[in-house]
């Protein structure tokens, strides 16, 4: 049996609702982020999450009977001195343009990098690949995911916006053959 893992980004959060960026700071999840993310239609073998909240929460409601194994490598991108801003204060900034619009000139000052996010969520897949479940549920989210998405499709920087960003629910399947992650499809939920 092939080993799959279904990367699911957390579901809506308060401050997704208001745009404003969380980076590493958490915000609840609102009902609609409840409704994106119930009724999954599968069952892991296990499931792992961001230890941020708003991660655990999704997965808590995706697979209510599960237990919730978090990893810190599951995170979203550190955003530094933007973290709890408001995007529409930082829409003038020329990095943050970069960083939205041109992540080939992004300079990570206070932040993490792209390259950094996705480094880190490689781990994460390198050291599953020696537990023995084969399906296995991730709840991660939108920049780590689409940063780990850039990174297996070996595509350069000024596309990692390409593919646009997961809505919450929504995820990518992975497949490990023999040693190398591959990218089999983008799931969108339909509510």
Known sequence: ???TIRIYRHGETEWNKQGVLQGWLDSPLTEYGKQQVQDVDWQPDIVYASDLQRAISTATWMFPNMEIH???R???????????????HLQQQVNY???????EKFIADSQESFEQVA??????LQSIKEIPQQ?????SHGVAIACLQWAIEKRSLATLWQKGMLSGGDFISL????EEWYLEKITLQKI
């Open 175 to 178: 497949y490990l053959d023999e």
């Open 74 to 88: 599951l995170r979203e991108i550190y955003l530094g001195d933007w973290q709890g801003q408001p995007i529409v």
């Open 119 to 124: 480094n880190r969520l490689l781990a994460f």
């Open 97 to 103: 343009q970069y960083y939205s619009e041109a992540p």
């Open 135 to 139: 399906q296995i549920a991730v709840v």
């Open 1 to 3: 049996m092939c080993k």
């Open 70 to 72: 978090t990893d810190a």
